[in-house]
């Protein structure tokens, strides 16, 4: 449908800086199918690109919970070992 068209159309603005339309590309598809897990972690990047950690978090974990161990979001474990085991005392 109209909703995968807009995740590839944020798949291509991304690489061209288009931030925010790529967020709202995304968002915009997640409302009418929000069990795209691969959505969700690139959804994440771009939060995670504007220092919005929190936000970026929820998405992966939202991604990383419709579909564990999905490759896309290897990434995201290897990152959060990464800090893990760089800063154990905020865990």
């Not at 944020?10 to 691969?38: F, H, K, S, T, W």
């Amino acid at each position: 449908g109209d909703h995968i068209l807009k995740i590839f159309r944020a798949g291509m603005v991304l690489p061209l800086g288009q931030l925010v339309e790529a967020r709202d590309l995304y968002v915009e598809a997640l409302m009418v199918n929000p069990a795209i897990a691969g959505a969700w972690k690139d959804l994440g990047d771009i939060y995670h690109s504007n220092y919005e950690t929190d936000m970026a978090w929820l998405c992966w974990d939202v991604g990383r919970k419709l579909s564990p161990g999905h490759e896309m979001l290897k990434s995201v474990t290897k990152l959060e070992q990464l800090v893990r085991s760089n800063y154990p005392g905020f865990f």
